[in-house]
């Protein structure tokens, strides 16, 4: 059974102080979940000392961007290489880096690449805007981002990855529009349909596809009861020390309701 996965994306948010204060609360308030996998993404500035401060059973660290070069001169940029011995995941092709930053699809191929390469984790996000969900273009966008990013890996590297379906008008930066449960679940099937069709049905079972858009605790359980839900993505609640923990907790229920229900089935 695969570990639901809980990622805070803390985005450029925090001093030191502050992220080291937060991670000090969600520690005191989150617990050990043998099913659950809790990962914080903080500023790359704060990335270091928290390494060094979190309870490593409860607590996994993501990168939000990284170049994907290993070396050279690129000044200002950090390689996947300089992270791998700080973080287990990394976040690529968040919307906001698609869209403020003009990140391509080539790009974010070789973001994936790279950090495959470097045994770091991606968190491949992937999302259609408003405008394109309007002109009935979800399914295309999807499909493109999905295939150009996985396309320089094989099979066995493809299984061990995250892609999170984040709709562009459901971050609260764009909107934050309600998506429904039911709405998503359609293309979380269509992402593992895609998955199957280009590296086969072990692939696209291990592959956790996880929800990005604005979620709460009391609006979490909907998301992750949906059969092709392997976790959640949030954002803003992140930084809430109050609402992440509860997102966690409800993971938590989730999973235990789900081990329960396989034990009455055995």
């Not at 043998?34 to 704060?46: F, K, Q």
């Not at 992937?126 to 990013?149: F, I, K, L």
């Not at 493809?158 to 008008?169: Q, R």
């Not at 293309?187 to 079972?205: F, M, P, W």
């Amino acid at each position: 059974m695969k570990r639901t996965l809980i990622v805070g994306n803390w985005k450029m948010n925090l001093n030191t102080h502050e992220a080291s204060l937060l991670v000090k609360r969600l520690n005191d308030k989150i617990q050990v979940h043998r099913d659950v996998e809790v990962v914080l993404a903080p500023s790359l500035l704060t990335l270091q000392p928290i390494s060094l401060e979190i309870d490593r059973r409860k607590f996994r660290l993501a990168a939000q961007n990284a170049y994907y070069k290993d070396e050279g001169a690129y000044t200002g940029e950090v390689s996947f290489t300089m992270l791998r011995d700080l973080v287990n995941y990394v976040i690529i092709g968040h919307s906001e880096r698609r869209i403020y930053f003009e990140e391509s699809l080539e790009l974010i191929r070789d973001k994936v690449q790279a950090a495959v390469r470097n045994g770091i984790t991606p968190i491949l996000c992937v999302g259609e805007t408003q405008n394109q969900r309007a002109a009935g273009e979800t399914s295309r966008v999807v499909h493109d981002q999905v295939v150009t990013a996985l396309s320089n890996l094989t099979a066995e590297e493809v299984e061990g990855i995250v892609i999170a379906y984040e709709p562009v008008w459901a971050i609260s930066t764009f909107g934050g529009q309600v998506a429904k449960p039911d709405d998503m679940e359609k293309v979380l099937k269509l992402i593992r349909h895609q998955i199957t069709e280009l590296y086969g049905d072990k692939a696209a079972a291990s592959v956790r596809l996880i929800y990005g858009g604005s979620v709460k605790g009391d609006t979490a359980s909907g998301y992750l009861a949906l059969e092709d839900c392997d976790g959640l993505l949030p954002g803003s609640a992140s930084l809430n020390y109050h609402q992440f923990p509860d997102i966690v907790a409800a993971a938590y229920r989730q999973t235990r309701g789900a081990g329960d229900e396989e034990k009455s089935n055995g």
